[in-house]
């Protein structure tokens, strides 16, 4: 069958009129976005896409029980053709996934392209980012060794200080008062399953806004000329995809995935400490009561949500004088300052 | 009369659509009742047992040991002679502590670095309650402890 015969055949039976998909790719975006800085909203996707296919990869072979996971982990890593390398992708995208969704909130948080009629696409994006971590808090528990296996002991128990509520909440995470079999085939279930479902919707709601409102205007920019979307800009996010590609399989090649210690419920190792991006969390709550810890991260996930709207009100509060900018950025530079400390010490 | 019958109509298709919504908000609650009855897990009750845990001549003298038992983890000490038992536990964020010999006679948790001293109280770090203690026995030369425990959970 000819080239244009099978297209024929093919818009016969799928019958999409062709401006329908022709308007979409030719959108006219505006030309601050050639700037490479703004090529980052398209890598957290190309990520996920990664997550997905290695991550199908290793549940071939993945068993979430605790008398096997720690040896299928090792036999992945060990033993399997190609094991390491699925593996390390695996590990190595989901870090720089987590780096990618922040670049991209600081970006659009710093040009402050959240305002309205845009609240909704931060709200979104922020949803997403909050998933993102969940995704790394229950991928670094199922490897079931010592560091994992502690992790998720610490990372559940912070939900029993929740008043009221928190020992039921507890119970229902863990599947039981403690870490048991249960949690395990849970925290599973909620990496392969509830989570990428949620990721889905979430940027399915986040890129339909995207693309309805168009892209955010610069502030103060009167330059509004335009460029298309196709293929000038595909262009761009697939250049810096590649290279970041390039740049996880030469990490992976150069530096491939260990395992520690298999996990020990009657000991906790005397070096105890979490991936480097739960490094601020992890240093917050060394330093003050629980509950202070628990209330403030709960604050700090809140007004990052609502930070259209806070903004907006800080704006009416001091008109013109960027509070909502200053405050945020102080916010960040804590977070960072915590961060960079615990990576020192 | 039209209007007075377009409004009936109206009333009555208002009727039906409450009475339609809370047929789904029950059917909706009901499913969503048994979806969390199924997640939840049977909680064993807490009952209250004396177990024996080590003999007397295995702790160190003026030193602590942590024994692992199935049905909880035990923070023994030795204070000038006097068996003193815990949770081994921290009451921080349930990472298991360790006897510190050497250092400071404390017991500490590596997790977040919280530091029991041999009455149990915080002494220094993150814990909001000093660790939980039990009520000792030794008996022919055996340390008996009374803590409330529960049946392991079963596999899932």
């Known amino acids: 069958m000819s080239a244009t015969g099978l297209k024929g055949w093919l818009a016969e039976r799928v019958p999409i009129p062709p401006e329908m998909l022709r308007k979409p790719l030719k959108e006219e975006l505006p030309t601050h976005l050639k700037t490479w800085l703004w090529a980052f909203g398209g890598t957290p996707l190309l990520f996920f896409f990664i997550q997905v296919a290695t991550g199908i990869l290793l549940t071939f072979y993945y068993v979430p029980y605790p008398l096997h996971a720690y040896e299928s982990v090792r036999q992945i890593t060990f033993s399997l053709r190609f094991g390491w390398f699925v593996r390390g992708i695996h590990q190595a995208a989901s870090q720089l996934m987590f780096v990618a969704v922040l670049m991209h909130m600081i970006r659009v948080f710093a040009t402050r392209a959240f305002r309205p009629p845009r609240e909704l696409t931060w709200v979104f994006g922020v949803s997403l980012f909050l998933v993102t971590l969940g995704f790394a808090f229950t991928g670094y528990s199922l490897v079931y060794d010592q560091l994992s296996y502690w992790a998720t002991t610490v990372g559940t128990n912070m939900i029993s200080e929740v008043p009221l509520l928190g020992r039921p909440l507890l119970y229902l995470m863990r599947g039981g008062p403690d870490v048991n079999p249960n949690t395990l085939s849970r925290l599973y279930d909620f990496h392969i399953g509830v989570m990428p479902t949620l990721f889905v919707m979430l940027i399915a709601a986040h890129i339909a806004l995207v693309r309805l409102h168009g892209v955010a205007p610069l502030e103060g920019d009167p330059d509004r000329k335009t460029y298309s979307f196709f293929p000038d800009h595909v262009l761009r996010e697939a250049a810096v995809g590649l290279v970041l590609l390039l740049a996880i399989v030469v990490y992976v090649v150069l530096s491939p995935p260990g395992l520690g210690a298999k996990a020990d419920p009657n000991l906790t190792p005397a070096h105890i400490r979490p991936e480097w991006y739960f490094f601020p969390s992890y240093r917050w709550l060394k330093m003050v009561p629980v509950q202070v810890g628990l209330w403030s991260s709960v604050a700090f996930v809140l007004s990052m949500l609502f930070w259209p709207w806070i903004d907006a009100g800080l704006e009416r509060v001091a008109p013109g004088k960027k509070l909502g900018v200053m405050i945020g950025t102080a916010g960040w530079l804590f977070t960072l300052c915590l961060l960079v400390w615990e990576a020192l010490s | ?156």
């Not at chain 2, 942590?66 to 038992?85: M, Q, S, T, Y």
């Open chain 2, 1 to 156: 009369m039209k209007v007075e019958s377009e409004e009936g109509l109206k009333r009555r298709d208002f009727l039906a659509n409450v009475v339609l919504a809370a047929a789904g908000l029950l059917a909706l609650g009901g499913f969503a009742a048994r979806f969390f009855a199924f997640l939840y897990p049977d909680v064993p009750p807490e009952k209250t047992l004396e177990v024996p845990v080590i003999a007397r001549d295995q702790i160190p003298p003026n030193g602590g040991v942590v024994v692992n038992l199935p049905v909880g983890h035990v923070a023994i000490l030795d204070v000038n002679g006097e068996v003193r038992a815990f949770s081994a536990v921290c009451t921080h964020l349930g990472c298991l502590i360790t006897w510190q010999p050497t250092a400071d006679h404390v017991w500490y948790c590596p997790c977040h670095k919280g530091k029991y001293d041999r009455e149990g109280h915080v002494v220094s770090g993150p814990p909001p309650r000093p660790l939980t203690r039990y009520p000792v026995a030794v008996r022919d030369g055996r340390v008996y402890v009374t803590l409330k425990v529960r049946q392991p959970m079963e596999s899932a």
